[in-house]
């Protein structure tokens, strides 16, 4: 493939948009494809739709390679590795939703010499279908790891690079991975559905980290342990690793939830009892009312009282609520009797319409304002820049729980706020220490 020779990528959303900026920054011509017109004017005008740090300047900068069209056939003139970046939603079943990807397999036909590179989240197995019912284009698997809020470091900085192809494909597999070279990263060379199986374990394997210390601390709980302590122990044995054990309110987002339900289906299709994936779900679900028990401790009873939740997104630097824990938390809370009040630095405007009987508040202060108690949801970095004896005042009661165990509880209760976290002690006798 020439350096000048453009790359296709079939959809704008959030995956479509991060790999179309970095394959400009890196220097090639791309021509997008999005099927909702609106979009594709958006973009031409120079906006971005989504929240994603970075991304709106690359885009400018290299507005020059990029082409933005509704038009399939512009893309197959220009491109002959097209990446698909579609979405893959879960269903009532909880199987990934394919018609995405099945509507776009469609309209890419069967063209030969071009090659059809898979970056949206398929079950394992879905490669080789789509290649058996078009087998004169080349297929490649090529998932993304990028994460919402860091997606362009990510794409400049991975860890690795998975190109999967199985035999026939290998000059496509080749092209790819050319594609990729100035990133600099290793290329994981392996077959199709070893390449689609190892993004679904990798994400399943994190969302059980994040189930484990999310248990580990609810046992911290129980017997005065610190799980913050506990975690910054066990991540310093390199087998182990620290990153992903920040207990809290549990996972949410686009993909987690989505992926480990994906993986579970898949193994339950073809007769196997992921037991463990099971509980990993389980407990992130449960995990998210660990929250009720905290308030419970202090206040008798929700009915008529007024909370306020700092955060909305399901994690910080995204304006996105998928499988947002404020969402379950706010429906928990006003089924108990709460009136639920709310801030997020950027996600309120995409909250409205999922919580419409909640109050969205134009800063922190005012939503901590009367309040008789608050929850930490989302990590955002200027929470913890709170003027803590000021959020003491404004409070009707000054109760905090900490959903994420990112403030500094001395700070906190200095202030003169009963600050409870998850997994670590609420009042830690610092006096029976040395
Ligand atoms: C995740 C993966 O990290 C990416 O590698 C992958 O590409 C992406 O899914 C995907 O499949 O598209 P993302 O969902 O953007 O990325 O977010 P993460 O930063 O991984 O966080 C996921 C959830 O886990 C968040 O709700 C976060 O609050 C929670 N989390 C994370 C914890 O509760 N504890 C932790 O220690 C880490």
Redesign the pocket.
């Known amino acids: 493939m020439s350096e000048k020779e453009s790359i296709g990528v079939v959809g704008a959303g959030w995956?479509g948009l991060v790999t179309a900026a970095c394959f400009a920054e890196l220097g090639r011509p791309v021509v997008v494809r999005e099927i909702i017109a609106e979009k594709v004017d958006t973009l031409r005008r120079g906006e971005v739709p989504i929240h994603e740090p970075g991304l709106p300047e690359l885009i400018e900068k290299n507005r020059e390679r990029l082409t933005f069209t509704t038009e399939m056939g512009e893309l197959l003139d220009a491109a002959r590795l097209i990446f698909v970046c579609v979405q893959t939603p879960p269903t009532y079943s909880g199987d990934a939703d394919l018609s995405a990807v099945q509507r776009a397999v469609e309209e890419i036909g069967d063209p030969e010499g071009k090659a059809l590179v898979m970056k949206s989240?398929v079950p394992v197995g879905t490669g080789r279908i789509i290649h058996r019912d078009a087998p004169g284009l080349a297929y490649v698997s090529c998932p993304?790891?990028?994460?919402?809020?860091t997606a362009v470091k990510?794409f400049m900085e991975p860890d690795r690079v998975v190109v999967g192809a199985d035999p026939g494909d290998e000059w496509a597999a080749d092209e790819v991975a050319a594609v990729y070279e100035p990133v600099g990263a290793p290329i994981v060379r392996t077959d199709l559905s070893s390449a689609e199986m190892i993004?679904l374990a990798?994400?399943a394997y994190?969302a059980t980290?994040?189930s484990f210390?999310n248990e580990i601390a609810n046992v911290c709980d129980e017997v005065g342990a610190d799980v913050t302590e506990v975690a910054r122990g066990m991540g310093m044995d390199p087998r182990i690793g620290g990153?992903?054990?920040?207990?809290?309110?549990?996972?949410?987002?686009?993909?987690?939830p989505k992926?480990t339900q994906a993986l579970k289906m898949l193994a339950g299709n073809i007769g196997y009892h992921f037991q463990l994936l099971s509980s990993v779900i389980e407990v992130n679900e449960l995990q998210k009312r660990r929250v009720m028990s905290k308030l419970s401790k202090h206040l008798d009873s929700l009915v008529g009282k007024r909370v306020a939740l700092l955060g909305l997104a399901?994690?910080p630097d995204?304006d996105d609520m998928r499988e947002a824990?404020s969402l379950v938390l706010a429906h928990r809370l006003e089924g108990e009797g709460a009136t639920v009040v709310a801030f997020d630095p950027v996600a309120t405007e995409r909250a409205r319409d999922l919580l419409p009987s909640v109050e969205m508040a134009g800063s922190a202060l005012d939503a901590l304002d009367g309040a008789d108690a608050a929850v930490l949801v989302t990590e955002w970095p200027e929470f913890a820049e709170l003027d803590w004896a000021e959020v003491a005042k404004r409070m009707g009661n000054p109760l905090l729980v900490d959903g994420?165990n990112f403030l500094d509880p001395d700070a906190v209760r200095a202030a003169g706020i009963t600050y409870e976290a998850i997994g670590r002690p609420s009042l830690p006798d610092r006096s029976a220490v040395g």
Do not use: P, Q
């Open positions: 995956v989240t993304e790891f990028l994460r919402e809020g990510d993004k990798s994400n994190l980290k994040i210390i990153s992903f054990l920040n207990a809290g309110l549990g996972f949410g987002g686009s993909c987690f992926d399901f994690k995204t824990s994420r």
